[in-house]
């Protein structure tokens, strides 16, 4: 718990060196401060402290700390790696939460970030069920309306390719080295197969991820749809570390990541992974929703 939240705290802390002048102040309450420190965070509370909840047991039960869980100006509680919640821990940490509730007095705005929690039916009942699980462990009603899921956007600007276009491909030898680049990478049409049969797949125009399938089933999907024999996508993948070499190793005009510099034919595990991997989250949240919780 504390190596999550001190990762949290360098996050937190270079996102605020970006804010000139911010006054924002960030504290840990983990039990690895010194008496000095928790004595200075008891006085002088910041505006985000982050702690575990073991300690905030701790903190609602010891008079120095007051101030720290006790406060008007207590307004929101947010919870990482919500998933984790469950069963006997899930049953003590949302006591905690009520008992923090009651303590401060003030009623709570609660976020909860996770991996995903559901996988199971359409994109409505996966946020339904998230809620609920929400709500029960927030002692609050979270609305489906208010769970936010990933955005995905595709990497690769080529269109679903035709299986002509990807017989070709596949027929073809590796680009020449002019042409292996990052502009000639995201228009090639067997990245395009690639990301959106192994990686993505549209949900009612909503990108999600696939369900993972082995190399070999992928192989099979290609050498199908192509007429040509697995042997020959086999080659192929091991032709998968020649690539872009060092042409590749550009920033995605989207997103300020390095992309990974790997083979043109990317059909190999580890290729696809890296294609998957170039696929990154957008989320924009409706601060609307968040006042829900305080009608």
């Known amino acids: ?7 949290q705290t360098g996050e937190l802390e270079k996102f605020l060196s970006n804010v000139p002048d911010s006054p924002i102040r960030i504290g840990q309450y983990t039990g690895q401060e010194s008496t000095e ?20 047991e701790l903190m609602l039960s010891r008079n120095m700390e007051d101030k720290l869980v006790a406060s008007p100006d207590l307004k929101f509680l947010v919870l990482d790696e919500l998933h984790t919640y469950r069963g006997r821990q899930g049953a003590d940490v949302s006591l905690l ?21 559901s996988t199971e039916g359409d994109r409505l009942q996966r946020k339904a069920t998230v809620a609920d699980v929400a709500s029960k462990l927030f002692g609050t009603e979270i609305k489906p309306e ?26 073809q030898d590796l680009p020449p080295e002019s042409e292996q680049n990052l502009e000639g990478f995201r228009n090639h049409p067997l990245a395009a197969w690639i990301e959106m049969n192994l990686g993505l797949q549209d949900e009612d125009g909503h990108l999600v991820r696939r369900v993972p399938i082995s190399l ?32 590749c190793r550009q920033t995605h005009p989207a997103f300020p990541i390095p992309v990974n510099p790997k083979g043109w034919f990317l059909v190999s595990l580890e290729a696809i992974e890296e294609v998957i991997e170039k696929i990154r989250k957008e989320q924009s949240i409706n601060f609307d929703t968040i006042q829900s919780q305080q009608v």
């Open 1 to 7: 718990m504390n190596a999550l939240i001190n990762s």
């Open 37 to 56: 420190q928790k004595i200075e965070l008891q006085n002088n509370p910041p505006h985000i402290l982050l702690t575990n909840y073991v300690m905030l």
């Open 97 to 117: 939460i009520r008992k923090l509730r009651q303590r401060c007095g003030q009623n709570l705005v609660c976020i909860g970030t996770s991996a995903t929690m």
């Open 146 to 171: 208010q769970v936010i899921d990933e955005t995905l956007v595709r990497s690769i600007d080529h269109p679903e390719p035709s299986p002509q276009e990807l017989t070709e491909a596949l027929d």
């Open 216 to 247: 070999k089933d992928g192989a099979k999907q290609l050498a199908q749809i192509t007429d040509r024999s697995a042997e020959l996508v086999q080659q192929r993948q091991s032709r998968a570390e020649v690539g872009c070499r060092g042409h």
